[in-house]
């Protein structure tokens, strides 16, 4: 398994205020893998399949993960994972992933772990 970049406590919209890819921000609405409202973030402009940032909250940890349409419906990476999937063909959107979950961290909201 990845890295996974998981929140010290559930964030709210203004947590994540002035985080941004590629000019989208931070919403709450309903999300391609979570169908339960939640924070999420649409990015524009990526490689052929509909992209977002979303925030998943498990039993007992809340997550930060990427999510992709695809031709057979949504599927979802951990932030480790997240960087290569996007950036072969968007190395600026995997830029701004890395700046997003380092701002994450340096606030405070978040931190890298690994399960087993």
């Known amino acids: 398994m990845g890295k996974i970049l998981r929140f010290k406590e559930e964030p709210t919209l203004l ?3 002035g985080l941004s890819v590629n000019g989208a921000t931070f919403i709450r609405d ?4 979570q169908s339960t409202e939640t924070l999420i973030m649409r990015i524009p402009h990526t ?4 992209t977002s ?4 909250k498990g039993d007992e940890h809340c997550d930060l993960i990427l999510v992709q349409f695809l031709t ?3 599927e979802y990476w ?8 996007i950036g ?10 890395k700046e997003l979950c380092e701002t994450l961290v340096t606030k405070g909201l978040a931190y890298w772990t690994e399960e087993q």
């Open 15 to 17: 947590d994540l205020e």
């Open 47 to 50: 490689f052929r399949f509909s």
């Open 72 to 74: 057979r419906g949504p």
């Open 53 to 56: 940032l979303e925030v998943y």
């Open 30 to 33: 309903k999300g391609f893998f």
């Open 88 to 97: 072969f063909r968007n190395p600026e959107i995997e830029t701004q992933f």
């Open 78 to 85: 951990e932030m480790g994972d997240s960087f290569r999937r």
